[in-house]
């Protein structure tokens, strides 16, 4: 997924989906825990209170909404 980096007063943001939000249940003011690797140029986010995707909700043995979201990802 490619975002851009916006100007939110005077600081830089870059924005999430609506349905990654949705998918990981997770809301403004949620805490994230920010991890930064300068020498590979790499700022990972984790989110404590997203909620783990399931594994096996339908007779499939897929949460069709949660894959699909990931899909459109790649």
């Known amino acids: 997924m490619a975002k851009k980096i916006i100007q939110t007063g005077n600081s830089a943001a870059v924005t ?10 997770i809301k403004v003011g949620d ?6 690797n300068y020498v590979k140029g790499e700022i990972v986010f984790r989110f404590p209170s997203a909620r783990q ?14 894959l699909a979201f990931l899909k459109e990802q790649k």
């Open 53 to 66: 995707l399931p594994l096996a909700v339908e007779r499939n043995g897929r949460d069709r909404r949660s």
């Open 16 to 25: 999430l989906p609506s349905e990654f939000l949705k998918v990981l249940n």
């Open 31 to 36: 805490p994230v825990e920010v991890t930064v």
